[in-house]
């Protein structure tokens, strides 16, 4: 019998590889299973090219399955070769510490914690491999895997020629290290990683099942790697990734980004990040070929990922900052608001001395020359801080001086420049 979970996410495209497609199934179709993603904390925030398997994996959680995220305290200190050319630096353990509370609070927002049957659990590897000694880990897993087999791994086969330390190349174990661990003491039985974790994944179901006597029921998917339809790098901006952190990412850059989705790509990501229902997402599918300048499949796919990553007052910045500079009133930002709004503008930095508009514009190179700027101000085309200055003797003084700090100066309709005052 198909599983009406697994069928959904095929057709989301999320299944690359699978270990046992059947013996998958078969489970999945005759009990509710835990299952875990590891996540290792090299930075103090996700980017969105990482939350592809945490979605599927909130996918089996929404179906009724126990999600176990891994954060790997252990193995963020050692480095994954997956999908690198070179080594990793080597982080503190107070690095790795404050960087696994990041990845928490981004976690708790995807998933549904609690005590309740399929309520996820957060669990750090460091725990476990912690406690592990030099001889214990040799002993006990280092006999357990051929070095034969490791150097038929891609990652670990793609950096001999670079070369790859002891370090790296012992990471694969740790990872199936975790797996068994998982599958003995949270009954962890699939593990479900991006399509580089391929080969940690198969040395963990190994590592099983070296380990137990019994048959082991154990598997292991992966998820394709998301591309962009022209072939460039999936989330990644002018500015760099795309983060989760609202500091690094601000709610509204966010909304932007998800809302400039080309029309080739839009339909895909649907179905990879958000929740919407088939019919939901077919039903935005008509509108991207019949109605493709409304743009309503993107700015549904903003809006879902937005609220999903900052909430419901993330959205609502976002949306608020999107409208005003639309429609051009941006008086109905805050101060705030307005420096996420113009972060990207180009700005300049002037002296706090009293000017004559004409003066500024052309100093701050808004304008090419006095007579343009004065054709520009007395034509209409520039508003400081949202508001029209059309008076040629106009003084920039204090009173438009946000926080004595900026000003926001609008050319045209779409033109915006930041004066930094100092």
């Known amino acids: 019998m198909t599983n009406p979970l697994i069928e959904d996410l095929e057709w989301r495209g999320l299944l690359y590889q699978q270990t046992d497609a059947e013996g998958m199934e078969k489970l999945l179709n005759e009990e509710k299973v835990s299952l875990y993603v590891g996540v290792d904390p090299t930075a103090d925030s996700m980017h969105i090219g990482h939350i592809v398997p945490l979605l599927t994996l909130r996918r089996f959680q929404q179906a009724g399955h126990r999600p176990v995220l891994v954060v790997g305290g252990a193995t963020g200190m050692i480095g994954d070769p997956s999908g690198r050319s070179s080594e990793r630096n080597l982080l503190t353990e107070e690095q790795i510490g404050h960087n696994v509370a990041g990845l928490k609070a981004q976690m708790e927002r995807i998933f549904e ?3 309740n049957e399929n309520g996820a659990q957060l669990v750090n590897n460091y725990d476990w491999v912690g406690k592990l000694s030099v001889i214990d880990f040799l002993r006990d897993y280092g006999k357990l895997v051929n070095v034969n087999y ?3 791994k891609d990652t670990i086969a793609s950096r001999l020629e670079s070369g790859i330390s002891f370090t790296e190349f012992t990471y694969t174990i740790i990872q199936g290290l975790d797996f068994n661990y998982l599958y003995d003491n949270y009954n962890v039985k699939i593990q479900v990683g991006g399509s580089d974790q391929w080969g940690n ?3 963990g179901l190994e590592i099983i099942r070296k380990t137990h006597e019994e048959e082991t029921n154990a598997f292991g998917i992966t998820i394709p790697l998301v591309t962009k339809a022209d072939g460039t790098k999936f989330g990644k901006t002018a500015g760099g990734s795309v983060w989760l952190d609202a500091e690094k990412t601000s709610p509204y850059e966010f909304y932007q980004f998800w809302v400039n989705t080309a029309d080739s790509d839009v339909v895909k990501y649907l179905k990879i990040f958000t929740f919407l229902s ?3 997402i077919e039903a935005l599918e008509v509108t991207v070929k019949e109605e493709p300048h409304l743009r309503r499949a993107q700015k549904t796919l ?3 990922m ?3 990553i900052h909430g419901e007052s993330g959205l609502e910045q976002a949306e608020k900052i999107t409208a005003a500079l639309f429609s051009g009133d941006i008086k109905a930002l ?11 503008v180009p700005s300049v930095e002037l002296s706090k001395d009293d000017k004559g508009i004409v003066d500024l514009i052309v100093e701050a190179g808004i304008s090419s020359s006095k007579r343009q700027a004065r054709e520009d101000v007395t034509n209409g085309a520039i508003s400081i801080n949202g508001e029209k200055v059309t008076d040629l003797d106009y003084v920039v003084d204090a ?3 946000l926080e004595d700090a900026f000003a926001i100066i609008r050319r045209g309709k779409k033109k915006y420049h930041m004066v930094k005052f100092s």
Not at 334 to 344: C, I, N, R, T
């Open 113 to 115: 914690f609690g005590e």
């Open 150 to 152: 490791l150097l038929a």
């Open 201 to 203: 994944i198969t040395t």
């Open 278 to 280: 088939r019919d939901e």
């Open 302 to 304: 903003a809006a879902e």
């Open 306 to 308: 937005t609220k999903l």
């Open 334 to 344: 805050s101060v705030e608001e307005m420096k996420v709004a113009f972060a990207g």
């Open 399 to 401: 009173k438009d001086r």
